[in-house]
């Protein structure tokens, strides 16, 4: 496995590909980009390197996007200068599902998403959340069998999304 970083300036490029998958000797099977060995450094350029990175709390975050819901593994900068956890996820274009050690975020590209089809088709966020999960993995047992706190967690931006306009 090799360990390549992605860096909040290409985030969305990178770290969004469509569906990770990997060869087991007989066929491709599911995979996530933690598993393939990609981290995520937030708050450092691709010129500079961390010398500080704190991951995120149990080195598993996951990140809901266009084409899915994914699980990544994020480092924070904890350098002197670095800013605050959220500030570093909002600079890199991602809504932090708490403000306290989050472990999940949404992309700016899926709140804007979510905004206008549920402007057009009154799609409500549960509804919205299930799709990307069947986008992630479309042979699973039903999204709404179990809800998790992810989906809880974009449910709740309904509220938000109803007074923040996504730019």
Known sequence: MSLRYAYY???TGLAMDD????????FFEPTTLRDLGLRIQLCHGTSSHCYNPQPASGDKFVVIHTNGIHTVSVDFCACETAPAVVEQLL???LFPSKSKSPR???TFEVLR????ISFESKVTAFEFYNALSRL??????P??????SNCTFFCCLNLVGSIW???
């Open 104 to 106: 999940s975020a949404a």
């Open 165 to 167: 306009i996504v730019p």
């Open 19 to 26: 569906a990770s998958q990997k060869w087991n000797g007989l």
């Open 9 to 11: 300036s290409d985030l």
């Open 113 to 116: 998403q979510f905004q206008i």
């Open 143 to 148: 999204p709404s069998v179990s809800v998790n």
């Open 136 to 141: 992630t993995n479309n042979v699973a047992s």
């Open 91 to 93: 600079r890199s274009r």
